[in-house]
């Protein structure tokens, strides 16, 4: 296997970084801009800084074209960094013959970050005249902001992963070698290729170096051991922030057709008719998402979602009634649907239409007979109706088709059904079990004008997603920090020992009284041993003596098997 930084462009990349920063180019391009900006306007008045008008423009042309060296610096380093260079990717070179990896340069396919701290630790290992070591660039990877953050999330210790590098190089140290590289590292970075190509990455990306080194480093899985991690947490946190860089990379890139159309024109809804009453009763979707900052990323519910579009965007009977446990998610599949159309990536024919939430609490509230009631709805869906472009979402639509239970309830099936077959008029219902088999499925005048989407409940690892996508928004309200270990711990325990609540309902619920426990705390961080108490009080079940039990056991255990292998 060859490795040879000097002889690969990455290593031109992280020498030309170590002698012009990035951050430093950046903060000199705006300064010479802002200079530029400066001097074009003293242009029009030379006499305020006593200066001539060629001397003004002199400088003027002078800040100009620093900026733009500038700029070509920045994209030299960025074809360099981001190995634009490559001719092809590992999974294309591999893709032949996997033996050709023992005649590829495999450092010539390292992500910029992994390559700057493997060459830091290089450096680092020849000064003590020992092979590069793994623990070596683990410890600097903790100065890179992406490591260090993935680090952070899985709470391990700098301090630990230090005392491994120190007591690995004194161990070393005794040993007379001559290796550049340690065997180790030969086996990681070999097999953290071979990660990389089923991976479908372009180079050795952070995250297959750290997967396979949990794996194969002793001195790492011990780092990894003390904070309760394992290689497929690293392997979650990783790929979870690769994903998040990829979404803030795409929303800067203003360009992309995605984020054009997310600027909606309003001509259409001009050419729509009036909905005073409709409006007064009702929420826009869209609206609430932006106000409550919610971030919708489909992390579950992706079957139901793209169910609900293609009824929606279909002829013939196009109302979707999802049923589903309360608490799997059945709302958000409703604004996830709303979010995409309203941002032009649903069905053609969804895309800028209104997507209202009906409040029928407050569009029935201050009426006293049941006749009332119904003339009031009458105005409100022929409102929608002459509209053509709403699509009406109905939260616990069982209420009000039958049931006499409920606030509120009462039964509309006369008044609904015929705008329900209407082309112009569509509608999102939102059920339970009970009021599906109750209400609506004995009742084949409304059950044929919906198309029923059952919303499953959300995976334990889907409802971790679902928590990582909620945690930036909770940190910021709460002014608190959450690890990656917290959610883990959340939906483990939760799905342990809350079973009349389901996913993601209950590992939301004990997330918010965890912040909240914290926050009244006065503590900037939230610890594992308060996600104990929280569910402890919940359950009345003391969660701390059962996970100390439980180790108790697993040491036990261990210790019987070492024994078995001894004798």
Request: with cysteine.
């Amino acid at each position: 296997m060859i490795f040879k930084p000097e002889k690969s462009n990455i290593y031109k990349a992280v020498k030309l970084n170590r002698i012009f920063p990035v951050k430093i180019i950046r903060g000199l391009i705006w300064l010479f801009l802002i200079l530029a900006v400066f001097l074009f306007f003293v242009f029009l008045k030379p006499t305020f800084l006593g200066l001539s008008s060629e001397q003004i423009a002199g400088f003027f042309i002078l800040f100009v074209l620093l900026a733009i060296k500038g700029a070509i610096l920045l994209g030299f380093f960025s074809a360099f960094s981001s190995n634009f260079l490559l001719k092809s990717s590992l999974a294309d070179e591999l893709a032949i013959s996997i033996e050709k990896i023992e005649k590829l340069n495999l450092a010539e396919y390292l992500d910029f970050r992994l390559a700057t701290a493997i060459i830091r630790a290089l450096k680092f290992c020849r000064s003590k005249k020992i092979p590069l070591i793994t623990s070596a660039i683990i410890f600097y990877l903790w100065d890179n902001p992406r490591g260090g953050l993935i680090f952070e999330k899985t709470d391990l210790k700098k301090k630990l992963a230090k005392e491994k590098l120190d007591k690995e190089v004194n161990n070393l140290k005794k040993i007379h070698q001559e290796e550049i590289y340690s065997q180790e590292f030969f086996n990681i970075i070999k097999k953290a290729t071979l990660l990389a190509t089923t991976n479908f990455h372009r180079q050795i990306e952070l995250r297959d170096f750290l997967v396979i080194a949990a794996e194969e480093s002793q001195s790492f899985r011990e780092v990894l051991a003390e904070a309760d991690m394992t290689s497929e947490d690293i392997d979650h946190v990783a790929a979870w922030e690769d994903f998040v860089e990829y979404e803030l990379r795409k929303k800067r890139q203003f360009w992309r057709l995605e984020n054009l159309m997310k600027k909606r024109g309003i001509g259409k809804r001009w050419a729509a008719g009036y909905t005073v009453n409709l409006d007064r009763y009702s929420v826009e979707v869209s609206d609430f998402i932006k106000k409550q900052d919610l971030s919708i990323h489909l992390m579950a519910h992706k079957k139901e979602i793209y169910a609900t579009e293609r009824i929606l965007a279909r002829g013939g009977a196009n109302n979707v009634l999802l049923v589903g446990r309360p608490g799997v998610g059945r709302s958000s599949i409703a604004y996830a649907f709303a979010k995409k159309a309203t941002e032009g990536r649903s069905f053609s024919n969804l895309n800028d239409k209104r997507i209202l939430e009906l409040d029928m609490q407050a569009a029935l509230a201050g009426l006293d007979t049941e006749g009332e009631m119904l003339e009031r709805l009458h105005i409100i869906f022929s409102e929608a109706v002459n509209a053509g472009n709403v699509i009406l979402i109905i939260d616990e639509i069982h209420n009000f088709l039958g049931s006499t239970k409920g606030p509120g309830a009462i039964n509309i099936s006369s008044v609904i059904s015929p705008y329900l077959s209407s082309t112009n008029f569509q509608v999102v219902g939102i059920t339970n079990y009970e009021g599906w088999h109750k209400y609506i499925e004995n009742n084949p005048s409304i059950k044929n004008l919906f198309v029923k989407v059952e919303a499953a409940e959300p995976t334990p690892l889907q409802t971790i997603l679902i928590l990582e996508d909620m945690v930036p928004g909770l940190e910021k309200q709460y002014k608190t920090s959450i690890n990656y270990r917290i959610l883990r711990d959340i939906v483990k325990l939760t799905g342990q020992y809350i079973q009349n609540v389901p996913f993601p309902e209950k590992a939301i619920d004990i997330l918010t009284e965890v912040l909240v426990y914290t926050q009244r705390k006065g503590e900037k961080k939230v610890l594992s041993e308060y996600v104990d108490k929280i569910i402890s009080e919940r359950v009345e079940v003391p969660i701390g003596l059962i996970k100390e039990e439980e180790r108790q056991k697993l040491l036990a255990l261990e210790e019987r098997i070492h024994k078995r292998v001894v004798d």
